[in-house]
Every structure is written in structure tokens, then in C-alpha cells.
């Protein structure tokens, strides 16, 4: 049998100051902090040998700089993969603070008429679907080795919802999806045989600044 491991992490701490949810806006890079978070996990893959042969990330520029070291150390270049994209949020944009008060405010209500699809955006289905072919098209690609897939957290959390057989709905405050997380999917030959979750830069997320993340997190998406 074949093994490979599909490594799926979620970017490091990105510099938003004015604490929009950010989603698919262009720009949005890295904070320092967070660049020497994904800096520590490209360390972390040369520490325990992984073989490392394909770095594939979502095209938004928080996503690409995390892939950056660790397709560095590798000597391999980023790919862009348009099916690891944030998800699509009718949110985008807007100023919220720490307890998201602002998204209750009346305008928003028929945002959340259904909170199981979600009316608020992309489908969770849809984002599904296209992780679930963006691991694939990774796992092709390091046939019988490792790769590494950067992404955001609802996608990566939908994913392993989906692969776990969980409703695919859920309380966004219960995601197991750090910063700089990896969700890795081990297969054997087109088999998944294993998914585990780690943070190889849990001791510096306590420094991270906790800004508003700009996930497409609506009230409860």
C-alpha cells in the first residue's frame, strides 16, 4: 500500500487592526507574529522528517505567505489552488468588535433565515465539495509522500466535518482550528485511514494579539 499525508493548515495571525471580517478581500498579509508561526511549523516538518512534496495554498495572500516557509525549506514552489478560498460571506467587510454585537443589529436578521445552509453565504455543501477535490489534487500530487495544504478555518472545519460525518452546521466558537493548525488526513492508497489535529505553535498562540479573526464568521455561522 501507498501512503500518503495531506497536512491542511489554517494561516497564521493576520494584521487587521480595524477588526473587519475580511473573507475573500485582497490584501491582508501576515502580522509579524504570525509569520514566525508559519515560519516555527515549516521548522516543525524538518524536525520530524516529513517528506514534504507539494505545497499547495488558497490564493488569498494571508494563505500564500503561510505557505511560504515551508515551501522554502522544501524547495518547492507555492501552488495556487482556487478550491482552498475562504468562503464566500455577505459579511465581508464589515467592522465588528470582540462579541460580534455589531452583527446582531436589526439590518442584519434576515441574513440568518437559515442558519443550516447558510443564507449568509457560500453553502456548506459547496465548501465541501471543494476541499474535499483540493485535498485530492494535493494528495495526487504527493503520491506516497506528504503535502502541505494552507487554508482558512471554515473551509478546513466544514472539511473534517464532512470527512468525520458530522452535520456540516455548526456553533463557529467550538472549531478546533488554531491558527497555524494542521488537520492532517492520512490514506492509504485512496483509503483515509487516519485524521488527527495538531498545533506545532501552541505555545505562541497565548501572544497572539486575538484581533478579529475575519473568518466568514457571521452570528452563527
Not at 87 to 113: C, D, H, I, M, T
Not at 139 to 159: C, F, R
Not at 160 to 180: I, M, N, T, Y
Request: with cysteine; aromatic share 8%.
Amino acid at each position: 500500500m501507498t501512503k500518503t499525508i495531506v497536512h491542511v493548515m489554517r494561516h497564521g495571525e493576520v494584521d487587521n487592526p480595524q477588526g473587519i471580517l475580511y473573507g475573500r478581500r485582497p490584501g491582508f498579509s501576515l502580522t509579524d507574529h504570525g509569520k514566525k508561526m508559519t515560519a516555527a511549523v515549516a521548522d516543525h516538518f524538518k524536525q520530524i522528517g516529513a517528506d514534504i512534496r507539494a505545497v499547495v495554498a488558497s490564493p488569498l495572500l494571508r494563505a500564500q505567505e503561510s505557505a511560504a516557509p515551508t515551501a522554502k525549506a522544501y524547495g518547492l514552489p507555492v501552488l495556487n489552488d482556487k478550491r482552498l478560498v475562504e468562503a464566500g460571506n455577505s459579511f465581508e467587510g464589515v467592522a465588528v468588535n470582540a462579541n460580534r454585537k455589531s452583527l446582531a443589529q436589526p439590518k442584519y436578521w434576515w441574513r440568518y433565515r437559515n442558519v443550516f445552509e447558510p443564507s449568509w453565504g457560500e453553502p456548506y455543501t459547496e465548501i465541501a465539495r471543494r476541499m474535499v477535490a483540493g485535498v485530492a489534487h494535493a494528495k495526487a500530487m504527493a503520491d506516497g509522500g506528504e503535502a502541505l495544504v494552507v487554508s482558512h478555518q471554515l473551509p478546513i472545519w466544514t472539511l473534517r466535518r464532512f470527512v468525520e460525518g458530522h452535520r456540516l452546521w455548526h456553533d463557529p466558537r467550538k472549531r478546533q482550528c488554531s491558527l497555524a493548525s494542521l488537520t492532517s488526513f492520512t490514506f492509504e492508497d485512496d483509503t483515509l485511514v487516519a485524521l488527527t489535529y495538531s498545533e506545532p505553535v501552541g505555545y505562541m498562540l497565548s501572544e497572539a494579539a486575538d484581533m478579529v479573526p475575519g473568518e466568514s464568521e457571521a452570528k452563527l455561522a
